[in-house]
């Protein structure tokens, strides 16, 4: 073996030389804990700086991109906003003309069917009309038919061709009612132009009315006015706003500036002007001094192009507020280095300081052995380097030490086997007396013949050779008197049972062990038997009674537990790790249709179909033994859709690996939060409707009111039109029978009668959509009903599916009901929701076996304590099972998507909860169906059923 380099008794190596060790000779002199300590700072400081100069610039790059898009977003949803109204605005304009002229083509085509004209002169009649029309500037209407052949056109060349060739023309054949878009170029145009047409189809004269116009002529139809709130009221950050320019570069509509100071400013910027008129729509960067501002400030602008209009919608703001947050996360970074460093080095010192302890540790451990303690240990459980020494030097010091106990083992060795068998048998007699269990020796003699008793009979008696203190204290008996006697000779001294026990251990055939019950001594006992030897035999007999209770008490929990899970609404069920099932309560059982027998063992997914089809999920829990949660799970049967959530929870007991799953039913949940959603559908459509209504109202007024004057003054004879007649020299017998020939009275009245059942039919939504107060007063019962009719007959889903007029309404009032105190909102909701419900069972397709139209009959009648009120119709009627649900929430026979099974029990609730009255049906198959409503007359009183 060849010897190694040995160090100088310094402890240092023969020092080198050059210029790299003169220059590292004061660093490799530090102290490990100061290298370690500037090492780090000097880390930390090259981060910070390198941080610092990379994050910052990526920072205000990606400020600016969401500054961009959030300007982009807003352009867009203006100028989708500006551009929505012209279209609107234009199909209305375009509607309202097509619609008036059907009018017309409908006024002469009666005048021929009474007689008055031929239908050829009826036509010629309505074309002259429509001959002096214009829409717009170079807009015209014009007539075909289903086949394409122009009938009219202010053209007299083209009337008369088929037109059929074109796609838009065959799309008015196809669709004869409506709103088209098309491209159109004349043939002095070099580009086609986007043109916009409204059709309406007489169908006795097969006229397809079109009224066309060029989209481009639309555009004063709407002002720069109508949207001056909604674009102030964009902002973006402090200031940053949005403005309308138009095709000129002048200014509309801007939050701070006039178009006078617009201009002026603009002209000294050219570049805000050059970049809006170079293109149609992007981003860009100014400088801009608002007036009253020294310096100007960097801002970003995102512009758009509206054609039709020659708008320009645009959105601005400083690039300085975007930034302002990076600003003051900068300001915070300078603030917080000095503490981050210092803290850090402080940091750095610990570190260096964990590394330095332990190897003064070892040290101090050499020096200690070197001194004769071969005991000292390094107690340190780390596994680092510091670690592998400690643990090195423990097994060098362990070994020292063997050797040096190797030596003193000999010299002891003779004395401790004299001492281990004295500690032995102490232990013994130590264990024996220490013992729980009763134990007991006894010697096999005969049976003593002439002393009658327990044993005097049996194969042989026991002598006690020896027992321990529980054995003592289990029979009740001093062992310095029960010693060396026989079991036979303890009669009357020892409890009956142990007599008994010991004439049965006497046949037994040992070794034997048995559980045993003593009724007299209440308890529970086991009991083993052997022999040592041919003449001896040993006892050891255990009081489990504590056990025995124990698990008789775990038995009824188990049991509670589990009628507990099987008393439980959900399905509950339990798996081991490779998910086959431990557990399974009853409502599973009901669920699935499998016994617990049948379950238990098995895999959970091939159980029920949900399960399968979820089971990735139970078996992701198991794994990770993570808990999941399934919030919506459908299933559809054959005859209904259910929703269902499931909850998986990982068994945590360190020796039991599974999972618990739960799975809920809740469908009436799910259909609760959609009623609710639908509630709130139609609260927003009832505020809606009534704002309408109030909008309609007042110019409804003024066409009543203007009608009702022009008839006075036309045809009423009053002095004041005889002077304005004599005035104007003017025969007003004349103007009498023109009017009465060309039917201008007929017309009058005609829009008298439209306005005021117009405005009946807006009263009635007015008063319908009143936020109900529940006050109850008393109201005429048969205004209630005339009110719920007009209502139904107005509605807009009934008009739309089925055609409510159509329907025969019969009335049967009774004279002698008049008012019942009750809330008439919610009385007329009721009412409305039976008769709705009514016309959908006439139009179902189903009929009732009397072959008569479809009738509904609205009867009251005055009764003794209440107001009854039925609604009948002839409808296909129900059986007596639909009749017993039909009040049931979610209960519905309509189609899915077309009822919610909600509205006959928010009515059976108004009846019978707000109002303490009754509701029911009377129906059966094929004969309709009459529901009846009885209103208590006593205000506050409730009806007994």
Not at 34 to 46: E, N, P, V, Y
Not at 235 to 241: H, V
Not at 573 to 581: A, K, L, M, R, W
């Amino acid at each position: 073996m060849t010897a190694s380099p040995q160090p100088s008794p310094t402890g240092r190596h023969a020092p080198r030389s050059g210029k790299a060790v003169r220059i590292g000779r004061p660093f490799s002199n530090l102290k490990i804990r100061t290298k370690f300590f500037l090492g780090a700072a000097a880390l930390i400081l090259l981060g910070a700086v390198a941080g610092w100069k990379l994050a910052f610039p990526l920072l205000e790059d990606m400020v600016e991109r969401q500054a961009v898009a959030e300007l982009e977003n807003s352009v867009t949803l203006l100028a989708n906003m500006v551009n929505t109204a012209l279209e609107v605005s234009m199909k209305n304009r375009l509607r309202g003309i097509a619609e008036k002229n059907k009018e017309i083509a409908a006024y002469y085509h009666d005048m021929a069917q009474r007689g008055l004209m031929s239908e050829v002169e009826a036509m010629a009649r309505a074309q002259e009309a429509f001959s002096g029309q214009r829409i717009g500037e170079t807009g015209y209407l014009y007539v075909i038919d289903s086949v394409g052949d122009v009938l009219f056109h202010p053209v007299p060349k083209v009337a008369g061709e088929n037109v059929s060739q074109f796609a838009f023309v065959r799309d008015q054949m196809n669709r004869r009612e409506g709103y088209v878009e098309y491209m159109w170029r004349n043939p002095d145009e070099p580009t086609p132009r986007a043109k916009a047409l409204f059709m309406s189809y007489y169908e006795p004269w097969d006229w397809i009315i079109s009224v066309s116009s060029y989209r481009e002529e639309f555009a004063s139809l709407i002002s720069a006015e109508d949207f001056r709130k909604d674009i102030l009221d964009v902002r973006f950050g402090e200031s940053g706003y949005a403005l309308l320019l138009d095709d000129k570069d002048a200014m509309l509509i801007h939050p701070k500036i006039s178009a006078q100071e617009f201009s002026a400013i603009s002209a000294s910027n050219s570049l805000v002007i050059d970049e809006l008129t170079g293109n149609s729509s992007g981003s860009f960067r100014y400088m801009w001094r608002n007036p009253g501002e020294e310096e100007p400030r960097e801002k970003i602008m995102v512009f758009r192009t509206l054609p039709l209009l020659n708008w320009r919608v645009a959105a601005t703001a400083y690039l300085e507020e975007y930034n302002a947050p990076l600003q003051q996360l900068r300001a915070i970074l300078l603030v917080g280095a000095a503490p981050f460093l210092a803290i850090m080095l402080l940091v750095s010192a610990a570190i260096a300081s964990s590394i330095t302890r332990p190897l003064r540790e070892i040290m101090q451990g050499f020096t200690e052995g070197g001194r004769g303690d071969l005991s000292v240990r390094i107690h340190r459980e780390a596994r680092d380097e510091a670690g592998q020494l400690a643990r090195f030097f423990n097994l060098f010091m362990m070994r020292m030490q063997t050797y040096e106990e190797d030596l003193r083992s000999e010299i002891n060795e003779r004395v401790a086997v004299a001492r281990a068998l004295e500690k032995s048998e102490k232990r013994y007699r130590m264990l024996f007396e220490s013992m729980q269990d009763a134990f007991a020796l006894h010697e096999l003699t005969p049976p003593r013949m002439d002393v009658p008793g327990p044993l005097s009979h049996a194969p042989t008696d026991f002598r006690f050779v020896e027992m321990n203190p529980a054995f003592a204290r289990m029979i009740d008996s001093d062992p310095s008197r029960t010693l060396d006697r026989r079991v036979s000779d303890l009669t009357g001294q020892i409890a009956p049972y142990w007599l008994g026990l010991y004439r049965r251990l006497a046949g037994y055939e040992l070794p034997a062990s048995f559980s045993d019950y003593s009724p007299d001594l209440g308890k529970f006992f086991n009991v083993a038997a052997y022999r040592p030897d041919e003449n001896t035999m040993a006892v050891l007999i255990a009081d489990v009674t504590e056990a025995k209770t124990a698990e008789e008490e775990m038995r009824r929990a188990r049991n509670y537990v589990r009628s507990m899970i099987d008393s439980m609404p959900s399905v509950i069920f339990s798996t081991d790790v490779q998910g086959n099932i431990t557990q399974w309560n009853a409502e599973a059982e009901k669920v699935t249709g499998v016994d617990l027998d049948h379950a238990l063992g098995r895999r959970f997914d091939t159980l029920w179909e949900l399960l399968k089809q979820n089971a990735d999920l139970v078996d992701k829990a198991l794994a990770e033994r993570t808990p999941e949660t399934i919030h919506h799970i459908e299933q559809h049967s054959a005859d209904e859709q259910r929703h269902y959530e499931m909850l998986i929870y990982p068994l945590v007991i360190t020796d039991v690996e599974g999972a618990v799953v739960r799975v809920d039913d809740v469908t009436q949940r799910v259909r609760m939060q959609e009623i609710l959603a639908q509630t709130e559908k139609m609260m927003s459509v009832g505020g809606l409707a009534a704002g309408m209504a109030h909008e309609i109202n007042n110019p409804l007024g003024g066409v009543i009111q203007g009608v009702q004057n022009v008839r006075r003054r036309l045809l009423e004879d009053l002095p004041a039109n005889h002077r304005a007649a004599e005035a104007c020299n003017l025969d007003r017998e004349s103007l009498a029978c023109y009017l009465e020939d060309r039917g201008i009275v007929g017309f009058i009245e005609s829009i008298r009668e439209s306005g005021e059942r117009a405005s009946r039919i807006v009263a009635n939504m007015l008063e319908f959509s009143r936020t109900s107060t529940s006050v109850r007063e008393h109201v005429p019962i048969h205004d209630l009903l005339e009110k719920a009719l007009s209502l139904a007959a107005s509605d807009y889903d009934l008009k739309k599916r089925w055609d409510f007029k159509a329907i025969e309404i019969e009335r049967a009032y009774d004279e002698n009901v008049d008012t019942a105190p009750c809330s008439p909102s919610e009385i007329e909701q009721v009412l409305l929701n039976l008769l709705k419900n009514a016309a959908q069972a006439l139009f179902s397709g189903q009929r009732g076996t009397d072959g008569n139209p479809p009738r509904i009959v609205m009867r009251t009648r005055l009764e003794e304590d209440a107001v009854r009120i039925e609604i009948a119709d002839n409808g296909p009627g129900m059986d007596r099972a639909t009749a017993q649900r039909i009040f049931e929430p979610f209960f519905t026979t309509k189609e899915v998507g077309e009822g919610t099974g909600f509205g006959l029990s928010v009515s059976y609730f108004i009846i019978a909860q707000n109002h303490g009255g009754e509701i029911f049906v009377e129906s059966s198959p094929g004969h309709g169906a009459t529901f009846v409503i009885r209103l208590p007359l006593s205000s506050g009183s409730r009806l007994r059923p």
